[in-house]
């Protein structure tokens, strides 16, 4: 069993920026072998990809619609998964989950509300 817990969510003023941070504990193999990522849901929208990172680190995705802006890294001396976010705007308001992948398994954290207004 894995477990995730997000942090680094608030309200921030456009243009701004916020750090969210991911901790997994649990099964180190899951850990270990996962691909880790970042979705986020709107009110009355799907939840949405935002950003993927694979098991070496390597190679993240982004969606579309926050290149640039949002860069994903991962630390594996702290299991962590991290999203820096810069030059928000009201779009990006949402809850963000993190999400983790490995054998054939999914799990997600609680969520974290990030609001983007003035």
């Known amino acids: 069993q894995v477990q995730l817990v997000e942090s680094g969510g608030g309200l921030v003023q456009p243009g701004g920026s916020l750090r969210l941070s991911c901790t997994a504990s649990g099964s180190i193999t899951y850990l270990r072998l996962g691909d880790m990522g970042w979705y986020r849901q709107a009110p009355g929208k799907q939840r949405e990809a935002v950003a993927i990172i694979n098991s070496s680190g390597l190679f993240p995705n982004y969606a579309d619609s926050v290149k640039g802006r949002f860069t994903i890294s991962r630390d594996f001396a702290k299991n962590a998964v991290y999203l820096q976010m810069n030059m928000l705007n009201p779009d990006d308001t949402a809850r963000y989950y993190c999400?983790?992948?490995?054998?054939?398994?999914?799990?997600w954290g609680q969520g974290t509300q990030v609001i983007v207004s003035s």
């Open positions: 999400n983790l992948v490995a054998l054939n398994r999914t799990y």
